[in-house]
């Protein structure tokens, strides 16, 4: 009686520390801002409406099937629908209302469905989309581009976990938006109609989040993380490493299991002779024992330098301290066998035999004759009698030399195996490592079995779950009158003044040309160099002339007009026919 008093005992104050732990719900914003950067918008954003949308201020509303066109027109948003277009300011807000189905925004030529309220503004001379939308929505658009639905139900569980932790820990923040969506934060391309699993996995899931210390977690994670985990503070030093207590730096034989897992080899014959090595790690290793070499009276060359055996292959130096498995080094033992330059001189050609004329009109000047070339010849190799140890830096001459790199930020796992006649050199990890292996966790679902807690538990050892109240907010309802009428009729807008264009005394060559190819909507970038990364002077708008100075091959054409001058496109020029 008492034994079982005792574990209840221990079972209540678990339970109470656990509940110390949890975050309040009402410090979590359910709903985040997501910067669409990867959809690189610049001057013009199209937008399909499904459903019914409103602007902030109430006074338009967008019924299903609406085609939107917003452009930027100096520092203006000009929304289009249809044949009229009215100036909106330097910001737009679209407001999602409730309807039947649920609505959502397509944009541009992307299939995702962009469900919330879509912010328009400017930023760096470019509109700037940031969509406001419930972290479930948002989940729907993360999960199937991060993992998918090819990956086991579990394993999109402890992703859609991790995802929505992540993503309401940035929530809130001072700054425009919380999240961008690329792999900077977090891959997001709206909702698809085709991932039902990972659908799935973010419904049974709803709200549940991880925390540590009263806090939600930073559940960082990677795609690989190469056969162990990394620490927070080796990637982020200038972090509080108190703050990653969480986690761990571990073996994780999941991710080695994993046959997807990236990883890159590089085959070495212990016995490579004429064979060779290849001509960057011969090259590389040549350098790296010059010295020894000079010692030896040897010329530091490598054509004089021949790979007999290659003994041993040793990664070595650990970067951090523990057990870390990010090795900086690779410590060759070989047998080297060497020659000398015999130079001989390649003989000048023999004059051609020519008649003398008689009586040549004028003297010739004399063709120089080729100078004789050194062609070198060598002896035959010699073999060094000791073995040599010789030792590369993994980052990045080896890398470089063997072609194993992964990732830019030179932490990728290196390791060495013996298999028989050859030495296998391997290099793992995609990404920083740190927290979940996406590839781990599929290995632990789909072969081991293994839920989600359970995979969570294991690269996150530190750290509790917790379920919030992700409840979406009611969506505003649309105004009966506003839906009969959906937008006052609205003034077109003017058309803008064009530059002035001085059409006589052209220079030669030049011809006059005006802007054509384009919509009415739209606008053509006059850029200060022939290039789509330079620097966009102005935005040119349809019929705007101008004198074609020249235009090159590939299809740049060096224009002006009596403002400025710059670049342009040329197909979306069309010449005058009577210049």
Known sequence: MKKQSFVLLILLM????????????????????????????????????????????????????????????????????????MVMGNSLKLVRCESTPSGYLLLNDNTGMYEGDLSLDISNNAIRPILNINVEDYLLGVVPFEMGDSFPLEALKAQAVTARTYALRKSGSSGAYDVE???????????????????????????LCGVYRGALAQCFYSASNGGQTELGQHVWPNSDSDAYGYMDMRDDPYDLENKNSVVKRYTLDKKPGEKGIGTALHQALVDAMSDQLTEMGIEADSELVRFDEIQSIEAITPKFSGDSRLMTELRFTVKISTRNYV???????????????????????????????????????????????????????????????????????????????AFMIESRRFGHGVGMSQ?????????????????????????????????????????????????????????????????ENLPDGAYLASVTNIDE????????????????????????????????????????????????????LQAEKDS
């Not at 914003?29 to 610049?42: A, M, P, T």
């Not at 459903?51 to 948003?77: C, I, P, W």
């Not at 062609?375 to 080896?398: C, E, G, N, Q, R």
Request: glycine residues 6%; negative net charge; aromatic residues 6%.
């Open 14 to 85: 678990l339970i109470l520390c656990f509940a110390i732990t949890l975050p309040a719900s009402a410090d979590i914003q359910s709903d985040i801002r997501v910067y669409l950067r990867r959809l690189q918008v610049e001057d013009t954003l199209r937008i399909t409406v499904h459903g019914q949308y409103v602007t902030e201020d109430g006074h338009l509303s967008f019924s299903d099937g609406a085609n939107l066109t917003v452009v930027l027109r100096g520092d203006k948003l000009v929304l289009h629908t249809g044949q009229t277009a």
């Open 181 to 207: 969506d690329t792999t900077n934060d977090q891959a997001y391309r709206g909702r698809t109609t085709n991932s039902p699993l990972s659908e799935q996995a973010v419904k049974e899931t709803e709200g």
């Open 343 to 421: 130079f001989r001189q390649t003989p000048s050609p023999e004059p051609s035999a020519s008649p003398t004329p008689d009586a040549p009109d004028h003297t010739i000047a004399p063709t120089q004759a080729p100078l004789p070339t050194a062609t070198p010849s060598f002896s035959s190799y010699k073999k060094v009698k000791d073995a040599l140890t010789v030792t590369l830096p993994i980052f990045t001459t080896a890398e470089q030399a063997m072609g194993l790199s992964i990732n830019v930020a030179q932490n990728e796992l290196f390791t060495v195996s013996d298999i028989g006649s």
């Open 439 to 503: 590839r781990g966790a599929e290995q632990m679902a789909r072969q081991h079995g293994m839920t989600y807690e359970q995979i969570l538990a294991f690269y996150y050892p530190g750290m509790g779950l917790a379920a919030l109240n992700t409840e979406k907010a009611p969506l505003p309802t649309l105004d009966i009158e506003l839906m009969a009428t959906p937008a006052p009729t609205p003034s077109p807008t003017p058309r803008p003044t064009l530059m002035p264009v001085t059409t």
């Open 521 to 572: 909507d739209s606008t053509l970038n006059l850029r200060a160099q022939p290039n789509t990364s330079a620097d966009v002077l102005r935005r040119l708008y349809k019929n705007q002339k101008l004198v074609v100075l020249s235009v090159s091959k590939d299809g740049w054409a060096h224009v002006k007009t009596d403002v400025m001058e710059g670049y342009v496109r040329n197909e979306y």
